[in-house]
């Protein structure tokens, strides 16, 4: 097994709206797609490499609770964490060291009310 993660989904209430905010986020579009009885629209990821996408189902409800997901900030933390804030979603840990050799993380609550978490080296 290469990676325990090989999957993961984001429970959206209003998938327009998440796509706005991931887009704006992770400066790319982000196009949903009606699949597996909702609507789900795959985030960036390379082939073979783990993925994950915004989910809208009726059997899912965002949360602040819960498992947590963090995505990939890049080389630096802070062009990121402001364009969190700058698409509407609120910053609840700023970016923090974790170690040197691990980096640093942040965490942020996302327009449909998930709590995410961010990683970078720097």
Request: glycine share 12%; charged share 20%.
């Amino acid at each position: 097994m290469k990676n325990a993660l090989n999957w993961f989904e984001i429970p959206v209430a209003d998938m327009t709206r998440a796509c706005r905010f991931y887009g704006h986020v992770l400066d790319t579009a982000i196009t949903p797609a009606d699949m597996c009885g909702g609507q789900v629209a795959p985030l960036p990821y390379a082939d073979g490499a783990v993925g994950g996408s915004l989910f809208k189902h009726d059997d899912l409800q965002p949360s602040a609770q819960g498992t947590l997901v963090y995505l990939n900030g890049g080389d630096d933390l802070a062009p990121f964490l402001e364009r969190v804030s700058a698409a509407g979603g609120r910053i609840t840990l700023p970016k923090t060291e974790i170690s040197p050799e691990i980096g640093y993380m942040a965490l942020f609550i996302d327009s449909e009310g998930n709590r995410v978490g961010v990683h970078s080296p720097n």
